[in-house]
C-alpha cells in the first residue's frame, strides 16, 4: 500500500503539514524533495514560504482516485 504525505524540509528536519496517523508501525520511506520558486517581479527568484504553499494545495482538487491514477500512469509504460 501506498501513503502520499505532504510534508515541509526545513533546516534538515521533515515537518509534515497535517497531523495524520498512518497506521503503520514500520515502513519503507521514498522523500521526493520539490524546490518551489516563484518569479519576482524584478526577474529574481524567491520562494514560496509554508502558507503560499499550505495556501494553493487547498486549491487542488483530484477528479480522479489517486490510486488508480498512479496504476494508470504506470500501466502506459507497459
Known amino acids: 500500500m501506498y501513503k502520499t504525505i505532504e510534508a ?6 521533515i515537518k509534515p503539514l497535517y497531523n495524520e496517523q498512518l497506521g503503520l508501525k514500520r515502513g519503507k520511506v521514498l ?3 520539490l524546490e518551489v520558486f516563484e518569479q519576482t517581479d524584478d526577474g529574481s527568484e ?3 514560504t509554508e502558507d503560499d504553499i499550505t495556501r ?3 486549491s487542488i ?3 480522479e482516485d489517486p490510486l488508480e491514477y498512479q ?4 500501466n502506459e509504460w507497459e
Open 46 to 48: 524567491a520562494s514560496f
Open 8 to 13: 515541509i524540509y526545513e533546516n534538515g528536519k
Open 31 to 33: 522523500i521526493t524533495i
Open 61 to 63: 482538487t483530484l477528479n
Open 71 to 74: 496504476k494508470r500512469m504506470r
Open 56 to 58: 494553493l494545495s487547498k
